[in-house]
């Protein structure tokens, strides 16, 4: 009995060693260190899941958790979220020095359950999920490296000024489903994303474009807002803009100067579920256009087809146009052929 206990524990150590091996080949010297390795896995907290295949990562998640456990200090990506977390301390995470990655997504973390420096030591952050929450505020301050900060579904209506001021790395900022309006979008608010990409500001209560975006962004996300009217030269300070999605606001013709979308950078354009009754001018390299679903009576190819457009074939450089949604409109089918022959790439069509 004696020899078998031995036995078992002798081969509980020998797979505690060849765990230790496997890891230490899949772990660089910028990874978790190798004396660190079997501690930082015997450190997992009772109420988390740790998998020594990837030792790098704390579950907790779906626990129903009110509080945070101690974390191991050596922890990269740590998921907390669907627990019921209300409160975010200062020292709740300053054990965990290291951390990359962390999801708190759907809790019930307040802003004043937030404490000022409960961020503040996350000095490697680069990516804070806080979606689902009940935060009525941007969290301050923030980590300096941060890349991602999604607070998408919280009760946010204000952007404290300065909260950005040093987030150069920050390209993806997710603030849809909020309470924001006019007054919390502003220059002075924003300042500080010099390197932003993507921005989501859907599903909130603005009556007008936002101001202050630096000319890095890309992406613009303004669905289900109240917005009126594009002033003509909004989109002169963003040069890089790719892809832009007005769906579900109150925009009529009156309210869109007549070449504000003639943008040689924009691929993509969404402008479903408005009140448009013509057709806006496009660029020619526009890729993607939804019009569905506004009050658009008829097609006039002059209309939309880019000056030049057939002549421009001659040289490869004619209308980029691949996909076009005009559902939902008051427009009679047969589709005319100016239109597909301006478009000669368009490869679907919706009407």
Not at 9 to 26: D, R, S
Not at 92 to 117: F, P
Not at 285 to 290: D, N, R, V
Not at 295 to 306: E, F, M, R
Request: net charge neutral; aromatic share 6%.
């Amino acid at each position: 009995m004696i020899e078998m206990s031995r036995l078992k524990l002798t081969m509980e150590w020998l797979m505690v060693a060849f765990v230790a091996l496997l890891l230490a080949g899949q772990v660089s010297s910028e990874e978790i260190p190798y004396e660190h390795l079997m501690s930082q896995i015997q450190a997992c907290p009772k109420e988390c899941h740790c998998t020594p295949s990837f030792p790098n990562a704390v579950y907790c998640d779906n626990k129903g958790l009110k509080r945070i456990p101690v974390i191991p200090p050596y922890t990269w990506y740590l998921y907390l979220q669907n627990n019921l977390i209300d409160v975010l301390s200062a020292n709740a995470l300053h054990n965990a020095t290291q951390l990359r990655w962390i999801n708190l997504n759907h809790n019930k973390i307040t802003s004043e359950g937030l404490e000022a420096d409960a961020l503040k030591g996350m000095s490697n952050l680069v990516h804070l999920y806080m979606e689902d929450n009940l935060l009525s505020s941007i969290p301050s301050p923030l980590p300096a490296k941060l890349e991602q900060l999604r607070l998408s579904r919280n009760r946010i209506s204000k952007i404290p000024p300065g909260v950005f001021s040093g987030m150069d790395h920050l390209t993806l900022l997710d603030l849809q489903s909020n309470k924001l309006q006019d007054d919390a979008v502003t220059e002075v608010s924003l300042k500080g994303l010099s390197n932003l990409i993507q921005i989501n500001l859907a599903k909130n209560q603005l009556n007008t474009m936002p101001l202050g975006l630096p000319p890095t962004t890309t992406q613009i996300f303004l669905d289900n807002n109240n917005i009126e009217k594009i002033p003509a030269e909004y989109f002169k300070g963003l040069p890089k803009l790719v892809s832009l999605r007005l769906n579900r606001n109150k925009l009529a013709n009156g309210g869109i100067p007549k070449n504000v979308f003639n943008l040689s950078s924009i691929l993509d354009l969404q402008l479903s579920h408005n009140q448009l009754t013509e057709i806006p001018v496009i660029s020619s390299g526009l890729e993607h256009l939804h019009l569905d679903h506004n009050k658009i009576k008829s097609v006039n190819s002059s209309d939309i087809c880019p000056p030049g457009a057939l002549d421009d074939y001659l040289d490869d450089k004619g209308p980029r146009l691949r996909y076009l949604r005009l559902d939902g409109n008051e427009i009679k089918p047969p589709i005319p052929r100016e239109l597909m022959m301006c478009f000669r790439l368009l490869r679907a069509i919706v009407i």
